[in-house]
Nanobody
Framework: QVQLVESGGGRVQPGGSLKLSCVVS????????MSWYRQAPGYQREWVAS???????NYADSVKGRFSITRDNTVNTIYLQMNNLKAEDTATYYC???????????????WGQGAQVTVSS
């Protein structure tokens, strides 16, 4: 089984920083991509950031220049560094990977359980 466990959420004042972690475990042959999404109450889930296995990253316009997605292969963890946080960033954040469990197998999506981020004065 593949599991993604998130941590690092919390409450921070506007302008502050927070770093989310997503630990990936289980039998995985390869990860094709990794992403972060967020969802605020009353809103649809929104794509925030993505990173390919080759290291290329993309960001939603709303977070570009403030957020950074990284990966530490030594501990099998994906991070989302969030700087200069705004009230509009308040949401539940979810990490996601696209992965194959075997060579040539189906590419599946796997989600973390979510981490709450609250930006408030």
């Amino acid at each position: 089984q593949v599991q993604l466990v998130e941590s690092g959420g919390g409450r921070v004042q506007p302008g502050g920083s927070l770093k989310l972690s997503c630990v990936v475990s289980g039998s995985i042959f390869s990860i094709n991509g990794m992403s972060w999404y967020r969802q605020a109450p009353g809103y649809q889930r929104e794509w925030v950031a993505s990173r390919t296995s080759g290291g290329a990253s993309n960001y939603a316009d709303s977070v570009k220049g403030r957020f950074s997605i990284t990966r530490d292969n030594t501990v099998n963890t994906i991070y989302l560094q969030m700087n200069n946080l705004k009230a509009e960033d308040t949401a539940t954040y979810y990490c996601k990977i696209q992965a194959r469990r075997v060579n040539g197998g189906k590419l599946n999506g796997y989600w973390g359980q979510g981490a709450q981020v609250t930006v408030s004065s």
